[in-house]
């Protein structure tokens, strides 16, 4: 089995938090000030509602600093990587422009899971900014890696002793790497 990376997409891969309080204000939906999600419960369905009434927007989500060099290099390293991200319940066009967008990075259908428990997804080294999605693939994967991609808000939530807190790339790219070495390199 080759070592697979599993990265989430909104706020990792591309720049979800400042265009999602943007289109909430645009909409006038209710915001907290939160990094990770910024919808305040209760208002997805509307989010959900005003993802639709503005096309492209979910396509046309900037793509982070680094991130199309660091996937091309992890991929070049051998290892596979997939894609975990939301999916919003209500929204018509939320699917298909992720996974245009996801396209665009490399990503294949086959590379791309949809789903809200990202804990049931089988891979070595996991990269969300939700701690809890951190703490959840965790303890479901002892032996794996899990990278808190690190924002303001989520820096005083606790991360399990085998994972990572950060928002720098050649952290990911050395956990990879070290797994690689590890458990590939002992065959």
């Given at each position: 089995?080759?070592?697979?990376l ?5 706020n990792v891969?591309f720049?979800?938090q ?6 909430a204000k645009?909409e006038g939906?209710?915001?907290?000030d939160?990094d990770?999600?910024p919808c305040v419960?209760?208002t997805?369905d ?5 993802v639709?009434?503005n ?7 900037q793509?982070?600093?680094l991130?199309?060099d ?7 390293m051998?290892?596979?990587v997939?894609?975990?991200t939301r999916?919003?319940k ?6 298909s422009e992720?996974?245009a967008a996801l396209?665009?990075?490399?990503f294949t259908?086959?590379d791309?899971?949809?789903c809200?428990?990202?804990?049931r997804?089988p ?9 809890v999605?951190?703490r959840?693939?965790?303890l479901a994967h002892?032996?794996?890696i899990?990278v808190?991609?690190d924002y303001?808000?989520t820096?005083?939530e606790?991360i399990h ?12 790219i050395?956990?990879?790497?070290s797994?690689?070495a590890?458990?590939?390199?002992a065959?």
């Amino acid at each position: 089995m080759r070592t697979t990376l599993i990265v989430d997409a909104d706020n990792v891969l591309f720049r979800f938090q400042r265009a999602a309080r943007l289109l909430a204000k645009v909409e006038g939906i209710e915001t907290q000030d939160c990094d990770v999600n910024p919808c305040v419960p209760g208002t997805w369905d509307a989010f959900a509602a005003a993802v639709d009434r503005n096309p492209g927007w979910v396509r046309n989500l900037q793509v982070l600093p680094l991130v199309e060099d660091v996937l091309k290099e992890i991929r070049g390293m051998g290892a596979d990587v997939i894609c975990a991200t939301r999916v919003l319940k209500g929204s018509l066009r939320w699917h298909s422009e992720r996974a245009a967008a996801l396209e665009d990075l490399g990503f294949t259908h086959e590379d791309m899971y949809f789903c809200a428990d990202k804990s049931r997804i089988p891979g070595h080294v996991f990269v969300d900014d939700d701690p809890v999605h951190i703490r959840k693939w965790q303890l479901a994967h002892l032996h794996g890696i899990a990278v808190l991609w690190d924002y303001p808000s989520t820096r005083q939530e606790p991360i399990h002793h085998n994972s990572i807190r950060t928002s720098d790339w050649n952290h990911v790219i050395t956990a990879v790497r070290s797994y690689l070495a590890y458990h590939e390199g002992a065959r």
